[in-house]
């Protein structure tokens, strides 16, 4: 089986460590959903021939210089943090693996960490001076519920924002969406068009989900759908990826690996021109 390793050249990198500190942490007990979720997203991630992380850490780190306090929502395991030196951040997120990930990364970092599980929990300690002046949300806009979006939103102000979210236009997850009617991720682009307006810079990077070739079907039909299996986790929705994926797969095949098709769009939006 050949690999392609995908080229790292000219990207800052996530400092070294990163990939003990998620291994190192603790699986706590957890719904089958996010035991799948979580082992899913690291294959993504973990996967040699990954070109989406790479992708965006390039323009994350033109866009970003160091020293920043930063308010991350939807943090993961904190692999663009690693790469950012921060001076401080605060991170909502949800998972428990990805969390202590983010507390063992930022006692190597030895920077200050808050961390929330969710975006109720961070408006409930929400006061005018909150201490940041970069907002990270990088695939997280998506998994937000409306009424989370609703309140995040307009507290952004004039703090910077990095957005970083599937190109509606060649995006495998959005396709989904689109073939089984469902406006789950439109919805919430839609919402971040009326509170956001025009951003400073867009950029647009091709990158795929990639994965080891001998991928069991039903786990990709849980990846491409897992947005809308949490949202409302109906049996029709997973036949409906069964069958997608069904209908595609030999497309996606390459030597080594399956390639679904998942481009990015990244947007910066505040003060800060781009340096
Ligand atoms: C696709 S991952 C992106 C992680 C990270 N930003 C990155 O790009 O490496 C989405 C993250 O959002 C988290 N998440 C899920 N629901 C959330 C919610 N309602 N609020 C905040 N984060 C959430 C997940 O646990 C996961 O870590």
């Known amino acids: 089986m050949s690999r392609r390793p995908h080229s790292d050249a000219g990207f800052a990198q996530p ?32 996967h040699p021939d990954n070109d ?7 323009t994350l780190s033109s866009w970003c210089p160091p020293e920043r306090r930063i308010l991350d929502i939807g ?10 030196r921060p001076r401080q951040v605060i991170a909502v997120e949800p998972d428990p693996v990805f969390s202590a990930a983010l507390h063992g990364f930022a006692s190597v970092g030895r920077f200050p960490l808050t ?21 990270l949300m990088i695939h997280a806009l998506y998994y937000l519920e409306e009424s ?15 957005l970083v979210y599937p190109d509606p236009a060649g995006a495998i997850t959005m396709a989904f969406e689109d073939a089984i ?9 839609a919402i971040k068009a009326r509170f956001l307006g025009e951003p400073l810079e867009v950029r647009r ?38 069958a997608f994926v069904a209908a595609r797969l030999g497309v996606w095949r390459r030597e080594g690996f399956v390639e679904l098709p998942q481009p990015q769009i990244m947007e910066l939006y505040g003060r800060a021109r781009p340096g």
Do not use: C
């Not at 943090?75 to 950012?84: C, D, E, H, I, K």
């Not at 961390?115 to 907002?135: N, Y």
């Not at 069991?216 to 069964?242: C, K, M, N, S, Y």
């Open 115 to 135: 961390t929330f599980e969710s975006v109720g929990a961070l408006k409930d300690s929400f006061d005018e001076d909150w201490d940041t002046d970069l907002v």
């Open 75 to 84: 943090a993961g395991a904190g692999y663009y943090l690693s790469a950012l």
């Open 148 to 162: 989370e979006l609703l309140w995040l939103l307009p507290q952004i102000g004039e703090r910077d924002l990095v």
């Open 15 to 46: 400092q070294d460590g990163y990939s003990v500190r998620i291994n190192a942490t603790q699986r706590p007990p957890a719904s089958a959903f996010a035991d799948r979720y979580r082992t899913m997203m690291q294959a993504v991630w973990s």
């Open 205 to 242: 990077v091709a990158s795929h989900f990639r994965l080891q070739g001998d991928i069991v079907p039903d786990d990709l039909a849980f990846l491409i759908a897992h947005l809308l299996l949490r949202a409302q986790g109906t049996d029709w929705v997973l036949e409906q990826a069964r």
């Open 181 to 189: 009617g469902v406006e789950h991720s439109r919805r919430r682009l």
């Open 52 to 58: 989406q992380r790479p992708a965006v850490l390039n």
